[in-house]
């Protein structure tokens, strides 16, 4: 089925290749649909299907990952595990900033 408007905003939808980016990372051009108002991108289940097979082949699939929080003497820690720890290659006693982004969104900053 071809869309010719956007299901959110009514906005004009028009083809165009896309550098996709996973972590920041490219992942190649992939064709799109994309619509001219709102920005929505929309990616063909083929495409879909390419994308996520990159996105493995470069190490970025399942990066994230549910943790839980544990008691650290007074404070609580998170646990992060060995995937994000090599891609974002983390040292045990290296120094990150932490700030919250909103009430359920906690950013971590590797200096
Ligand atoms: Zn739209």
Redesign the pocket.
């Known amino acids: 089925m071809k869309r010719t408007?956007?299901?959110?905003?009514?906005?004009k939808?028009i083809k165009k290749k896309i550098d996709f980016r996973l972590y920041g990372i490219s992942l190649g051009l992939f064709p799109a649909e994309v619509?001219?108002?709102?920005?929505?991108e929309i990616f063909d289940e083929e495409t879909s299907d390419k994308i996520d097979a990159v996105a493995k082949a470069k190490g970025l699939w399942g990066l994230g990952a549910e943790t839980k929080i544990s008691k650290s003497g007074t404070s609580l820690a998170i646990t992060v595990n060995k995937k994000i720890v090599d891609f974002m290659n983390l040292k045990k006693g290296e120094a990150v900033y932490i700030h919250p982004e909103t009430k359920n969104r906690l950013v971590i900053e590797i200096q």
């Open positions: 408007r956007c299901e959110e905003c009514n906005g939808i619509c001219t108002q709102c920005g929505e």
